[in-house]
Nanobody, 126 residues
Framework: QVQLVESGGGLVQAGGALRLSCAASGRTFSLYTMGWFRRAPGKEREFVAA????????YYADSMKGRFTVSRDNAKNTMYLQMNSLRPEDTAVYYC???????????????????WGQGTQVTVSS
């Protein structure tokens, strides 16, 4: 069993930045592919970014490329999402998730992930 806890959300003005963290329990964090998803009000949950266990291979939804950066520190069992140039449409609950497959292929697919955090609210004011 893996427990994921997000933190770092809050209220920020458009153009601002936030850094989200996802802390994982257990000793197998380094084996997992990790992902960030978000759910905006009235919308379905959508893929934001993912990072493989090698800490190098990263993937982003098109609208986040160039603004968001995903990273991880396997020694600290933590994944991060640095969000810059935030827009009101980035307002959402942000979730981290863990995929326990050795080399998952569909990183943007929600049901591929095995464990989820409770989410952290990000609100961007205009």
């Amino acid at each position: 069993q893996v427990q994921l806890v997000e933190s770092g959300g809050g209220l920020v003005q458009a153009g601002g930045a936030l850094r989200l963290s996802c802390a994982a329990s257990g000793r197998t964090f380094s084996l997992y592919t990790m992902g960030w998803f978000r759910r905006a009000p009235g919308k379905e949950r959508e893929f934001v970014a993912a990072i493989r266990r090698n800490t190098v291979d990263t993937y982003y939804a098109d609208s986040m490329k160039g603004r968001f950066t995903v990273s991880r520190d396997n020694a600290k069992n933590t994944m991060y999402l640095q969000m810059n140039s935030l827009r009101p449409e980035d307002t959402a609950v942000y979730y981290c998730a863990a995929d326990t497959q050795a080399y998952p292929l569909r990183l943007g697919v929600e049901h591929e992930y095995d464990y989820w955090g409770q989410g952290t609210q990000v609100t961007v004011s205009s």
